[in-house]
């Protein structure tokens, strides 16, 4: 996925949104069938049970999300912060990231 | 019943082939081109991830990149690595009287331990094949250092060797059933042997002394996390390759926020739970680590588990690895760690070098303290006189 080196935090539900669509719908073609578009990922979607995604794949984006803005969190930070904080749904994953974004490395604190 | 001690008097290693970097691993193993796009899209894109959260800068394959060819077998690695550490101890063969060979299970007959033993030339001695994944070594290691303290035997070969490419290669899979847990472990794992030569006799020259071992399984009611779907008895094997039942997979779906790695009463990693366990089992002086070997295959969790480890007053200071340059070879990979140790490193008698592993295919765990002698510089090769020790 390209990353919009513009891209502000009002952004971030869609960058998110696509991000789950490509890794998660685009080649699935069951998936593909109920959701048309990345705008169809509801917030009560469930990034494993309903989607067939994984852990790595939420690790992945909020590293992406992380380099995008150029937030310094260790990549071991983050995965403990996640253990401890976990976001299962769609919604869950877009709070995190906005959280991510605005409160940088403080923000699992 | 401890009648006297067990002592490292050599160690030995074996890496096949050259190191193979990160980036060009996928290549050697092979392109997984008919996988579903849906699993390839999720390995590609997680690649560079993975190899920051591992921390394994090289691996090494029994497949040569150039050909394809096998280099080696599990029995050829482990007989060199064995005469490895027999010249470094000044063994000679006749002389070891048990033999225990740790690795995954195997499906040749007759066993590892008996074909090592004939590669080298050996006529007659006791020997054990035990298999489990990561805990096999310190199994194979417990098993002969309480024979030797016993008085059963007076010098083992323990020796453990993998090839987990085999498994990994693009040949190998059942591509168009092949699940993302089935291929995962081609970022995690490699190929090598490891061997350790004990004896009842204190050297003059540098050893370890087997302080304590330690295992135990508490994953009774755990599902397993890493498996193949193979069952327990003789099945048709187009059948196997046909429903995929032969990859070995790794779970780890909900690895963030799974439960299965924590203990639900201390809210600690079952690991740390699994060291303050062995240490109260065996007091151990913490204040003597040297050297603290976590037996895992990633970076990030190691580090993890580091944290935690303060409050056993283990300082992550002593982590030691040699990981990044040798990649994890599963249950050799200890060994060749205490390799390492034992042929590079310097240190005063008395200090310890403490290792530990969580095996999640059922999770079971083990661990071992080793304590420090004549660890001074330029000692490697002077293990010719051992001296007779009285029981302890």
């Known amino acids: ?109 | 019943m401890k009648e006297r001690n067990a002592y490292i008097i050599g160690t030995g290693s074996y890496l096949p082939g050259e190191p193979i970097p990160f980036s060009k691993a996928q290549s050697v193993l092979g392109e997984l081109n008919d996988i579903k796009p849906k699993v390839k899209r999720w390995f590609d894109n997680n690649s560079e991830l993975m190899r920051e959260m591992l921390g394994i800068n090289y691996y090494h394959y029994v497949i040569d990149p150039l050909t394809g060819e096998i280099t080696d077998d599990m029995i050829t690695m482990a007989v060199k690595a064995s005469k490895n550490a027999l010249e470094l101890s000044s063994t000679k063969v006749d002389e070891i009287d048990f033999i225990c060979y740790a690795s995954p299970i195997l499906e040749q007959m007759p066993t590892a331990s008996v074909r090592i033993q004939a590669e080298l030339g050996i006529d007659s001695c006791a020997e054990m094949s035990i298999h489990a994944n990561c805990t096999s070594s310190y199994k194979a290691l417990m098993v002969a250092a309480e024979f030797i303290e016993s008085g059963r035997y007076n010098t083992a070969l323990v020796v453990s060797s993998n090839i987990m490419s085999g498994a990994m290669t693009s040949e190998f899979y059942n591509q168009k059933v092949a699940t993302r847990e089935d291929i995962l472990l081609r970022w995690f794992l490699c190929d090598g042997a490891g061997a350790l030569i004990l004896s009842s006799k204190k050297p003059a020259g540098r050893y370890l002394k087997v302080n304590s071992t330690y295992i135990e399984s508490i994953g009774g009611n755990k599902d397993s996390m890493m498996f193949n779907r193979r069952p327990a008895y003789p099945y048709p094997l187009h059948k196997i390759y046909d429903q995929g039942m032969h990859h070995t997979a790794q779970s780890f779906r909900q690895a963030l926020n799974s439960e299965a790695f924590i203990d639900p009463v201390t809210k600690k990693s079952l690991m740390f739970c699994g060291i303050e366990r062995m240490l109260k089992k065996f007091p151990t002086d913490v204040s003597k680590l040297e050297f603290l070997q976590i037996n895992l295959p990633s970076k990030q969790v190691v580090l993890t588990l580091a944290g935690e480890l303060k409050d056993l007053k283990i300082d992550a200071d002593k982590l030691y690895t040699n990981m990044a340059e040798v990649g994890y070879s599963g249950p050799p990979a200890v060994f060749i760690c205490v390799d390492s140790i034992f042929r590079n490193e310097d240190a005063d008698d008395g200090r310890l070098v403490i290792s530990f592993v969580t095996e999640v295919s059922k999770f079971m765990q083990a661990g071992f303290v080793l304590e420090c002698g004549n660890f001074v510089k330029n000692n490697i090769k002077i293990n010719m006189e051992l001296e007779d020790e009285v029981a302890c």
């Not at chain 1, 949104?17 to 699935?28: A, K, Q």
């Not at chain 1, 253990?83 to 906005?98: L, R």
């Open chain 1, 1 to 109: 996925m390209e990353i919009n080196e513009e891209m502000t935090i009002s952004k971030i539900p869609g960058f998110v949104r696509s991000y789950i669509y490509e890794d998660c719908v685009e080649d699935d073609p069951e998936l593909c069938e109920q959701i048309e578009s990345p705008n169809d990922l509801s917030n009560d979607l469930n990034l494993i049970e309903d989607l067939d995604g994984d852990s790595l794949m939420m690790l992945s984006l909020l590293r992406e999300i992380t380099k995008t803005f150029q937030i310094e969190v260790d990549l071991d930070e983050l995965g403990r912060k996640l253990i401890h904080h976990p976001a299962n749904t769609v919604g869950e994953i877009i709070e995190m990231a906005e959280l991510l974004v605005t409160k940088g490395p403080e923000a699992f604190s």
